[in-house]
């Protein structure tokens, strides 16, 4: 059974434009959330983290969403560059648990057109 | 600095054989994990490891697999005998565990192909 839900394998999205990756999860016992990229051939890489404490964590281009009771993250990219097309994993854990809790989801292909 | 460094980044074998591939961590890393990723089953953690002792394995798929870390600069899986279905992408990653929550720092992986 899946704990951490990426439904789209995958978003085409223009140059320019927003891209919204979308993550879901069935734990309540979860309250630190993260998403890594992913380009070919290289390991995942961390992009950007949120707490349960709160509702929006903003780096730069990237934007984290989490409504805690829907159980749903998104990962929000504004705006989007070619060189942003990679493989997205959205990851959850208990934030004061082991690190091997740490669950991630099948993740989600951005493809950003020029 | 130097990342998490893994070998081979490539291994064909043959079903039958044994697969051995080689972590070294990030230097002052104290965790090391080996993940397995496939299209079915997207990254799963294999076992992990802090301070180099073993602290959860239950996500080896079987007992064909086993990983040791010797000391805090390596650590290997091993697949023995190996199947097709073991194909698939390894990879290692380590962190500095500080009790809670930290970034893992991935290598690039070895790719496994079982024929």
């Known amino acids: 059974d899946q704990q951490v839900k990426q439904n789209s394998p995958s978003l085409s999205v223009q140059e320019g434009r927003i891209s919204i990756l979308n993550c879901d999860y069935t734990?309540?016992?979860?309250?630190?959330f993260l998403w890594y990229k992913k380009y070919p051939a290289e390991g995942p890489t961390f992009l950007i983290s949120?707490?349960?404490?709160?509702d929006k964590n903003e780096d730069g281009r990237f934007t984290v969403f989490l409504n805690k009771s829907a159980k749903h993250l998104s990962l929000h990219i504004v705006p989007s560059q070619p060189g942003d097309s990679a493989v997205y994993f959205c990851?959850?854990?208990?934030?004061?648990?082991?690190?091997?809790?740490?669950?991630f989801g099948k993740g989600t292909k951005l493809s950003v057109k020029p | 600095d130097a990342g998490v460094i893994q070998s081979p980044r490539h291994e064909v074998t043959e079903m039958g054989q044994e697969v051995t591939l080689r972590c070294k961590p990030i230097?002052?890393?104290?965790?090391l994990f080996w993940y397995r990723q496939t299209m079915m089953r997207g990254l799963e953690l294999l076992i992990y490891f802090n301070n180099n002792v073993p602290i959860d394995d239950s996500g080896m798929p079987e007992d064909r697999f086993s990983a040791k870390m010797p000391n805090a600069s390596f650590s290997t899986l091993k697949i023995q005998p190996s199947e097709p279905r073991d194909s698939a992408v390894y990879f290692c990653a380590s962190s500095r565990w500080t009790g809670v929550a930290g970034e893992l720092f991935f290598g690039e992986g070895s790719r496994l192909t079982v024929l």
């Open positions: 990851a959850a854990m208990n934030y004061g648990g082991s690190q091997g809790n740490l669950i």
């Open positions: 949120i707490s349960s404490i709160k």
């Open positions: 734990n309540s016992m979860f309250d630190y």
């Open positions: 230097s002052g890393h104290n965790s």
